[in-house]
């Protein structure tokens, strides 16, 4: 059985249907442009999607939030945020174009209207988002001083605007810049696959 489906039951057959559909997508598009590793692909689901929906363990949106995805790759983990939040728009921002052209052929193919992507630098882009979303793509001191101006200071949520960071392994130096304001989780608490073991997501909020 598909993992998503083991720890979120109640999906609509839409969603399932897009999660589905994700798998071909990806295997297609990864043959041509390389998003995802290719000895990851045999954990698609695991490793990516169910990576990303840790997010909506930990929290869920307010009709009408505003997302940024940054340094998103192929879409991850907006992409699979996307497909669980309807209501919730996603931007899906990076800085490597061909990457972004497999981003927005493939939202496009989900039917996925909730969500932009954008080929541009997160310093440079301008806009204003409850929540920032990534997979560790650079350490949480140097990711907030990229992304810490897209912001926005008015709340909707049940938890306060802030970046919202999956990332693994010991991050006390990292995050001991933002001690007081940072909540770490353990995916190992949500999901019991072994590659949940060292994993973490980071709330920062400012």
Known sequence: MNPVYKYFPNLTNGQR????????????????????SRKDM??????????????????????????????????????????FFPETEFTLLDSIGKKILVADTIAKELKLSNVTAIHQRSE?????????????????????????HLLSPKQKNAIGNGILYLKGGDLSKETAPFKKRTTISDLSTWFEEPFFATKKLLHVTF
């Open 124 to 148: 440079q882009h301008r806009g204003q988002y409850d929540f920032i979303v990534s997979r560790a793509v650079t350490t949480l001191p140097d990711f907030v001083r990229q992304t810490r």
């Open 17 to 36: 249907e897009q999660y589905d559909r994700m798998l071909a997508l990806y295997t297609e598009w990864n043959q041509r442009i390389n998003v995802i």
């Open 42 to 83: 045999d954990a698609f689901y695991e490793h990516h999607v169910l990576h990303a929906l840790a997010i909506a363990r930990f929290t869920s949106f307010q009709p009408g939030t505003r997302i940024i995805d940054v340094g998103t790759g192929g879409g991850f983990p907006g992409m699979p945020l996307a497909v």
